[in-house]
Every structure is written in structure tokens, then in C-alpha cells.
């Protein structure tokens, strides 16, 4: 979790009221393919916790199995990505996949912090 000093720079700084941070990106992965970088902020529709981007998620999971998707297909979802070093906001498109590979890749292959209350 993010400290209440840095959450505050955010906002009063860069006008960011939610999301995540990026802490860590893995080499070769979709993360890094898009463009994003250790120190960005994601904001997904004022989803802030943690709770609720696993209950988006876990939504995107459902959306899977009930079309029954196969393992090769991805459904894009809309983030806004905060470059705090360059002071932008742009929107980009994050395919996501689902899989337990997938699953387990996504976890590995980047991790965030929530700058969210």
C-alpha cells in the first residue's frame, strides 16, 4: 500500500485520484509490450482497491465462460495510463486473456499498488 504522503502528491501534483502504480514490469510481457513502465499510474474506471480490480477480473472471467471463448481469444479493455515523468494521461487498449497460463502469467508479469483511500 501505498504511503498517505505519496498518495497525496498524486493528487494535489498530477490530479489522480485512483488507480494502481505499476511497481514492477517483466521483460517481454503484454505490461511492457503497451508501453507501460515502472511508475505509472492505471486508473480503470475508479476501480482504486485491490478487492475491487479482482472483482473486475473475475468479471472478465465470467464474460469467458459464458461465451465460451477459447484460450487464444482476448477481450481489449480500455485503461488510462498516468506517465507521471512525462506529466500525461493517455488511453490505451490492455488485451487481456484468459487462461490458467494467463492467469498466472498476468500475476507474475507485472505488479501494482493502489493509490486509491
Avoid at 488507480?19 to 513502465?37: N, P, Y
Avoid at 487464444?72 to 507521471?84: A, E, F, G, L, W
Amino acid at each position: 500500500m501505498l504511503d498517505t504522503v505519496y498518495r497525496d502528491e498524486l493528487r494535489a501534483h498530477h490530479s489522480i485520484k485512483s488507480g494502481f502504480i505499476v511497481a514492477r514490469v517483466c521483460h517481454d510481457s503484454t505490461v511492457e509490450k503497451i508501453g507501460l513502465r515502472r511508475g505509472d499510474v492505471i486508473d480503470l474506471d475508479h476501480r482504486s482497491t485491490v478487492v475491487e480490480l479482482e472483482e473486475f477480473l473475475l468479471g472478465l472471467a465470467w464474460v469467458f465462460l459464458e461465451k465460451k471463448l477459447d484460450s487464444h481469444s482476448t477481450i481489449d479493455v480500455k485503461i488510462r495510463v498516468h506517465d507521471i515523468r512525462a506529466k500525461t494521461s493517455v488511453c490505451t487498449i490492455l488485451p487481456m486473456g484468459f487462461s490458467f497460463a494467463v492467469v498466472c502469467s498476468y500475476y507474475s508479469s507485472a505488479s501494482f499498488q493502489s493509490v486509491g483511500p
